[in-house]
């Protein structure tokens, strides 16, 4: 039974027996983070999107532990011209790892490494769907709400749903309740929500929320550091 562990915003480590992938590793400037870049020890990582709080350490981690980098292809190719091994995807498109499956799915968001004097368009965002173990987790990335959630649902057997409720940037928690009824997730994990002061929410009172709105779906507050079995 794979487990999912929270590392703090978005970032979260997905573990069968066997392998681990990381979910957009920002640990370093991460204020939630509890672990480091350092720490890190995984067999690969799933960019969705160039921001900072996204992007962040995966450079550094991809490097020092050899492992590829799985993103858009605009990103991937920003990361391979910083030396890292890539694989690049595109939204749609799945292909088969030692770890799992992993598709790409749509994101409505934007997608840009920014530097002191100059913005790097880095294609479009993207979201994953990722079977390990005959486990299906929907990591939505940064992302407002879209009507096409109901088809990943169709498409899907989502047994775990990441979603972002923090507002401002992504769904807030309203859109995020009703992206659950479009997924029909049997668990749903919030992620986005406090990093910043701009998108502060109540993940529990989310959490309660969804338990009302969907009686079999079941919400989980993880602080960083904790994790569970999926
Ligand atoms: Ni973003
Ligand atoms: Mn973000």
Redesign the pocket.
Known sequence: MPTLKALG??CFALSSDTHTVIF?PWLSENPEAVIGPGDVQADALLVS?G?S??LGDAIPIALRLGIPIVAPYELAMYCARQGADVHAMHIGGGATYDFGYVKLTNAL?GSAVIGDDLIEYTGPPCGFIVTMQETTVYYAG?TGLFGDMELLGDLNRIDVAIL?I?DN??MGPDDALYAVGLLEPELVVPM?YSAFDV?SQDAHKFAKRVKQVKADCTAVVLKPGEEVSI
């Open positions: 915003h978005a957009d999107h921001h709080d996204h968001h940064d972002p923090g940037f992504t986005h998108i």
